[in-house]
């Protein structure tokens, strides 16, 4: 079965500090790897994704993303927080399982950022 | 181009009452799909359809009903209403295709259900 996992549901950051927030998957074969944002009663933003290719992919806002297959992660960083990045991310991913699999998105349970001053 | 729309914003049910929650896209999107947002457990899909007249059942769809009779549109039925189904409802939508396009979502439905 596929899954994905958030292991901390806070971090927390000082502003100007570079930011990490951890993802992990299960999936058979190759993953479609996603994150997205929540800001407060908000729909989610999309920020980045990993297809194929260079395993470091670069997103929205600063954020970039490394796959890393052997360890089935997807972490998500920045190197320098923002107070305004405080929201709620989420990763997911997708099996490679065919066609007419969009809209099929297995989600983790979301890690709150908070950015200090 | 007013993307993925959901109304209403906010509704209280008594449990055994049943709604219609709605959901449109503006961006001849072929993929839609509903989730629910539980604290603690991310987003879990509800249903999914894949285009006009095709739907098909997510992780969670007891309780729930759907039909897809335009693209444009992808209303999620509450049956009879349990106080297990308060929660947020986002509807999403996507272009077609492999899974790689990213999905755009709506703003949610706050339900609570007494």
């Known amino acids: 079965a596929q899954s994905v996992a958030q292991p901390e549901d806070q971090v927390n950051v000082a502003e100007g500090n570079p930011l990490t927030v951890k993802c992990t998957y299960s999936?058979?074969?190759?993953?479609?790897l996603f994150w997205y944002v929540q800001y407060p009663n908000r729909g989610l933003q999309f920020l980045l994704k990993y297809i194929t290719g260079d395993n470091l992919v670069k997103g929205s806002y600063g954020f970039e993303a490394e796959f890393n297959k052997s360890q089935t992660s997807f972490h998500l960083k920045k190197p320098s927080a923002l107070v305004s990045d405080s929201a709620l991310y989420f990763c997911a991913v997708r099996a490679r399982e065919g066609y007419n699999q969009g809209g099929k998105l297995i989600f983790g349970q979301g890690t709150e950022l908070s950015v200090k001053p | 181009n007013a993307g993925v729309t959901q109304t209403p914003k906010f509704q209280v049910l008594k449990t055994g009452q049943s709604m219609t929650l709605q959901c449109a896209q503006d961006m001849n999107h072929e993929y839609m799909s509903w989730y629910r947002q539980d604290p603690g457990m991310g987003l879990r899909l509800i249903h999914y359809s894949v285009g006009a007249g095709i739907t098909d059942q997510g992780e969670v769809p007891n309780g729930y009903n759907v039909s897809r009779s335009t693209t444009e549109d992808f209303p999620l039925r509450l049956l009879s209403a349990a106080p297990s189904q308060t929660s947020v409802y986002f509807c999403?939508?996507?272009?077609?295709?492999?899974?790689?396009?990213?999905?755009?979502f709506g703003n949610g439905t706050r339900l609570t259900v007494t």
């Open positions: 999936v058979s074969g190759n993953p479609y």
């Open positions: 999403a939508s996507s272009r077609g295709g492999q899974g790689t396009l990213p999905l755009h």
